[in-house]
């Protein structure tokens, strides 16, 4: 075996390959092990801790977290970021804003047209009806788009990742009606925190973070011929609204709400009594064909 020197090392681990594998991840790995390389050596990085981040990364993984890691070190943002360039780029119209997928989606949701209630009826809290119409950028109607919503139930987890909520509870697809309408009723949603004690808030407490998100509805909306939008929407007077951990709120996604206590609108949106009202519009791209979904079920975590 011979001496190496660091460099000669590096570059030995990045040419150790006798098959041509998958050139784009051996130059993505190649670049990576060469920053890691780089942190090691200015910041003389001990035995120690290179063991305690082997134990950390496991704990993570075992955890589930690494989706929940990245939205906390604004990875998902920054991709948002580069299509809302790439679309500038390319002078294309925009739709309404993008924002994170978050780690939390589960797809297959129950489907249903037109209207959904998006709770089990098990928990109690601030009804919400929320309704409004998909639009493409020339402000056609979309029939039959499908608006897959899901949101926090009223401790602050979800469905499928917090076991003390059924299975899809505050997670439904709705199809737009003819006119690109839909109508959602469920319980007001309070914010997310990162699971205390967990790696991903382990690694916020030594960073002098904290892991919350305000209060936000989640929409991942899909119609024949349209890009498919994943988006957000923020509940206003939230204390995390501007500072959220996952770096994903937008003021055009901010929405204002409504104390509807007239009986006949009460009457009208068959509730039992006063309720928050939120009207929202959704602006799809238009693709010269129709595409899927892009996104990968999100894995179960803890
Ligand atoms: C969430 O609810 C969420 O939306 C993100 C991005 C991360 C953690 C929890
Ligand atoms: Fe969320």
Redesign the pocket.
């Known amino acids: 075996m011979p001496e190496y020197s660091v460099e000669q090392l590096l570059d030995h681990v990045n040419s150790s390959y006798s098959k041509p594998g998958n050139e784009r991840v051996r130059k993505i790995a190649e670049r990576m092990i060469c920053h890691i390389y780089s942190v090691i050596v200015d910041f003389n990085v001990s035995h120690a801790e290179l063991w305690s981040l082997f134990t950390w990364i496991n704990d993570l993984g075992t955890a589930k977290q690494a989706g929940?890691l990245g939205?906390g070190i604004g990875l998902?943002q920054l991709l948002d970021i580069l299509a809302d360039e790439a679309d500038k780029q390319a002078h294309r119209a925009k739709g309404t804003p993008r924002a994170?997928e978050?780690?939390?989606y589960i797809p297959n949701a129950p489907l249903s047209k037109h209207e959904a209630r998006l709770d089990d009826g098990s928990e109690k809290g601030e009804p919400l009806v929320m309704e409004g119409t998909v639009r493409d950028t020339q402000g056609k109607p979309v029939p039959h788009a499908i608006v897959d919503v899901w949101h926090?139930g009223q401790g602050g987890g979800?469905s499928f990742f917090d076991p003390s909520l059924q299975e899809f509870n505050y997670r439904r697809r709705i199809e737009t009606d003819e006119k690109g309408h839909y109508l959602s009723h469920s319980l007001l949603p309070p914010g997310?925190a990162?699971p205390p004690g967990s790696p991903t808030q382990q690694l916020l407490d030594v960073l002098g973070r904290h892991g919350n998100?305000p209060a936000?509805i989640?929409f991942m909306i899909s119609g024949k011929n349209h890009v498919p939008l994943t988006t957000?929407v923020n509940i206003p007077g939230d204390e995390y609204l501007n500072d959220d951990?996952?770096f994903?709120t937008r003021d055009a996604l901010v929405v204002e709400l409504h104390k509807i206590t007239d009986p006949k609108k009460i009457a009208q949106y068959r509730q039992n009594g006063p309720f928050t009202y939120i009207e929202f519009d959704f602006t799809l791209q238009v693709a010269d064909k129709e595409l899927p979904t892009n996104r990968q079920a999100a894995p179960e975590q803890e």
């Open positions: 929940l939205a998902e994170i978050g780690p939390l926090a979800y997310y990162v998100r936000h989640h957000q951990f996952a994903a």
